[in-house]
């Protein structure tokens, strides 16, 4: 069974620019997550996507945005890239169904690593 | 305001010994707790995880210890391993929210 893939895994941008993170959850997998790790601030939620339907919004300025297809894959946007933009993004997904018992728990994809310069 | 603390950053054990990392949390509405493990370049992995209804749970070399009147809960892994060197996330949910809460990480070094 094929993990959680996210593309591309390293990118570079200028200060600015905009850019655009893509995931394929596991196959079955409906509910999709986003997080920001950072060394400072560690793993942090960015938003929740449910059956195409942002669910849930983790505490980040508008410049970061997301969506998801009927098919469940996910796209994150950031637009206007700042430097301290730069980060591990990572994907999660699950099953969505609260995540608490085993098998439902948030499977992570390995991260796309942004560098903004 | 972090609700989820690691306050030990890092932690180095003899192999065969025991490795224990503590977490702290704030949230009294966190109701369900995971712990997850990092490789550099890969992504967080699912370990062991306990509902907040009890205080105890067992995963082969992993149990997980979680004292709610002191909101704090541990992992323990009995017998280290050098493959068990990794970042140890400790993670916590609420409700039925699908937002995962996570503390800072500890970096584990199992000595050989």
């Known amino acids: 069974k094929a993990g959680v893939t996210q593309t591309p895994r390293y990118l570079i941008k200028t200060r600015g620019q905009q850019v655009t993170l893509s995931c394929s959850p596991i196959?079955?997998?409906?509910?999709v997550s986003w997080y920001q790790q950072t060394p400072g601030q560690g793993l942090q939620f960015l938003f929740e996507?449910?059956?195409?339907?942002?669910?849930n919004k983790g505490n980040f300025p508008g410049r970061f945005s997301g969506r998801q297809f009927s098919n469940s894959r996910s796209e994150m946007n950031v637009s206007t890239l700042e430097l301290g933009d730069s980060a591990l993004y990572l994907c999660?997904?699950?099953f969505g169904q609260g995540m608490r018992a085993r098998g439902t728990e948030a499977f992570f994809g390995q991260g796309t690593r942004l560098t903004v310069v | 305001d972090q609700q989820v603390k690691q306050n030990s950053p890092s932690l180095s054990v003899q192999e065969g010994r025991i490795s224990i990392l503590n977490c702290d949390y704030t949230n009294s509405m966190f109701d369900y707790f995971l712990w997850y493990k990092k490789y550099p370049a890969e992504g967080p992995t699912f370990l062991i995880s306990i509902s907040s209804i009890k205080d105890k749970n067992e995963d082969g070399r992993f149990t997980v210890f979680l004292n709610k009147s002191a909101k704090h809960l541990s992992l323990h892994i009995v017998p280290s391993q050098p493959g068990d060197s990794a970042v140890y996330f400790c993670a916590a949910l609420s409700g039925s929210a699908r937002q995962l809460t996570f503390g800072s990480g500890t970096q584990l070094t199992v000595l050989p």
């Open positions: 996507y449910f059956s195409e339907t942002q669910r």
């Open positions: 999660a997904s699950s």
């Open positions: 196959s079955g997998h409906r509910s």
